[in-house]
């Protein structure tokens, strides 16, 4: 899935108001890091990522090493250091965003 102009723009304007949920610090992206990204996609479906000052990765690096590892996940911005994450919940009680977005 990928997606259009339209639904990034979207996105972004919706995850203006989120603050970054998780951290990439010195120790990377580890399966547990991975596991708990998957498990808070699952549920919000839009989450922001940061990257701290200690960290060796660039947020190009993070979201090609998340993408690659996580099935269908969107990585409709990236600005500075943060890294902004998308991807439909599969259950349907937390679908509320998603169906916007394909609305669109």
């Known amino acids: 899935m990928t997606l259009t102009g339209k639904q990034k723009r979207f996105l972004r304007a919706r995850a203006n108001r989120l603050r970054p949920e998780f951290h990439v610090g010195k120790n990377g992206i580890n399966t547990t890091f991975l ?7 699952a549920r919000h479906e839009l989450i922001k990522i940061n990257l701290l000052q200690n960290t060796d990765l660039t947020p190009a690096a993070v979201a090609a090493e998340l993408t690659s590892q996580i099935q269908d ?3 409709p911005q990236i600005i500075g250091r ?5 991807r439909p919940a599969l259950k349907e009680k937390y679908r509320r965003l998603s169906l916007q977005v394909a609305a669109l």
């Open 82 to 86: 943060v890294v902004l994450l998308y």
């Open 35 to 41: 596991t708990q990204i998957d498990d808070s996609l």
């Open 73 to 75: 996940l969107e990585v």
